[in-house]
């Protein structure tokens, strides 16, 4: 963690994130006003004491659904990064370190997956079961699952051709434990990266698919959501996409600064250099 504090990439990304949780355990326990609550005769007020960013076309609080849509985007990225990861590591395992006959079919059955876009992917789940968080969640951790494990197989096959892992098999270590001891710790900073970057793709598939209807229910407030709504309005009121828009953008650079930030921290010759 200190060595992710004195990147400036790190604390930047830190300190938005930190920001995101924070607007996420108060929107919780307190908003400006009702996020769902509609008002025709307060339509398009611009920003003042008692609507810090102004109302939107229904005359519901910008400010209210801009804090009640950092809920959306926490739980979608929690999980993401816990369906991708998961998936990652069972994927990569087996197709890295299991017998040839099963190595093969894996891989071929990752690079199929791979071929298909998470946009697509949750198109078709939400037209089989329905749109909603749930799906949002599965779609982007199946489809980011599938590229952590592609990568985190190359670079399990690498570290286990390693002296190191070579000679703990040689004094007679067992295969769990020369995975617990030697591999996983091996694999860790790629997989932590690639998980990191998965959590903005995360943000980006949520706000693309609430954009396109397949996201968070329109009772939930949501960034993507956001941006949805206000698109008939855009030639009269331009700037009403700003707010949502900022919001995503400076997530999602975060999320990958701290990918960057980690790679950094965690590959021994960046941090020398």
């Known amino acids: 963690m200190s060595a992710l504090l004195r990147s400036p990439r790190g604390r930047f990304a830190l300190a938005v994130l930190a920001v995101l949780v924070l607007l ?23 920003p003042s004491a008692e609507h810090w960013l102004g109302t939107d076309g229904s005359g519901r609080d910008l400010a209210s659904r801009l804090i009640s849509g950092s809920r959306v985007t926490v739980l979608v990225v929690l999980g993401a990064a816990l369906v991708s990861g998961v998936l990652g590591i069972l994927l990569a395992l087996p197709a890295a370190l299991g017998p040839r006959w099963a190595r093969e079919p894996l891989v071929i059955f990752i690079d199929v997956l791979i071929a298909f876009p998470t946009l697509l992917l949750a198109i078709m789940l939400a037209a089989a079961f329905g749109s909603g ?6 779609a982007v951790g199946i489809g980011f699952g599938v590229s952590i ?53 995360a943000i980006l598939a949520e706000a693309g698919l609430s954009y396109l209807g397949f996201g968070a229910p329109p009772n939930v407030p949501s960034w993507g959501r956001m941006l949805e709504e206000t698109q008939s309005y855009l030639s009269v009121h331009p700037l009403i996409v700003v707010w949502p828009g900022l919001a995503i953008t400076v997530t999602v650079l975060a999320f990958y600064l701290l990918g960057d930030a980690l790679r950094e921290t965690t590959d021994p010759q960046l941090r020398a250099r």
Do not use: K
């Not at 355990?25 to 339509?43: E, I, M, T």
């Not at 968080?133 to 599965?138: G, H, K, M, N, T």
């Open 149 to 201: 494990a592609r990568v985190v197989r190359a670079e399990l096959r690498q570290v286990a051709a390693e002296d190191y892992v070579l000679a703990a098999r040689a004094a007679g270590l067992s295969r769990g434990r020369v995975l617990a001891t030697h591999l996983l710790p091996g694999i860790a900073p790629v997989f932590v990266v690639q998980v990191s970057l998965s959590m903005g793709l």
């Open 133 to 138: 968080l749930a799906i949002v969640v599965a």
């Open 24 to 46: 996420c355990v108060l929107s919780l326990v307190w908003l400006p006003a009702d996020p769902n609550h509609s008002n025709a005769y307060r339509a398009w007020l611009p």
